[in-house]
């Protein structure tokens, strides 16, 4: 997997989130998921783009293993993991 990810855009920068919107929301699936962002799940899996509510956030993802991870249609990245999170500038 790691001839993969050295094929993709690598990021620039790196930054911790502050506070909660929806860019932090699904960078919070996707990390859940094992990926670093949607630009790294697109070049693994080999998609346009990951599923997603009619609100925008990610609906499901196929983690690296093969297994499913099935998001709900509102907010589930909580408080406490929000500066947990990372937003990566390209």
């Known amino acids: 997997m790691a001839a993969a990810v050295s094929t993709a855009v690598q990021p620039k920068s790196m930054t911790r989130a502050k506070k909660w919107d929806e860019a932090v929301e699904n960078a919070y699936r996707f990390q859940l998921a094992g990926y670093r962002d949607e630009e790294e799940y697109r070049s693994v899996k080999k998609v346009d783009s990951a ?3 009619d609100n925008g956030f ?3 993802l196929q983690r690296k293993d093969g297994c499913f991870y099935y998001y709900n249609k509102s907010r589930e990245c909580s408080d406490k ?3 947990k999170t990372k937003l990566y500038n390209y």
């Open 81 to 83: 993991d929000v500066p």
């Open 51 to 53: 599923e997603k509510w």
């Open 58 to 60: 990610v609906k499901k």
